[in-house]
């Protein structure tokens, strides 16, 4: 059974930074897909980029340049880098792995929270 656990949310302010960290347990495989996703309160789940397989990261347009994905294969943790946080990015944030796009991936997180006040 695939485990994700995220860590690293909390509370800010407008311009500071946070790191998401994930760790996976359960795959089987050494090669997979991963992603991180937000969803703020009142509003659709909204995909903040990911990594392949091949270890290509894509991001969203909405955090391209201030967010910033990598990954510890010996570790199996997915991080990511919140820079120039604003208030909009406040939301819970999820890290997800295992066949990802865009629209989702087959294994979640729990989820951490980030606020970012002004």
């Known amino acids: 059974q695939v485990h994700l656990v995220e860590s690293g949310g909390g509370s800010v302010q407008a311009g500071e930074s946070l790191r998401l960290s994930c760790v996976i347990s359960?795959?089987?495989?050494?090669?997979?897909?991963m992603a991180w996703f937000r969803q703020a309160p009142g509003k659709e789940r909204e995909w903040v980029g990911g990594i392949s397989a091949r270890d290509d990261i894509t991001y969203a347009d909405s955090v391209k340049g201030r967010f910033s994905i990598s990954r510890d294969n010996a570790k199996k943790t997915l991080y990511l880098q919140l820079n120039s946080l604003k208030p909009e990015d406040s939301a819970t944030y999820y890290c997800a792995a295992n066949g990802c796009t865009s629209a989702g991936c087959k294994d979640w997180g729990q989820g951490t929270q980030v606020t970012v006040s002004t």
């Open positions: 359960g795959l089987t495989y050494s090669r997979y897909s």
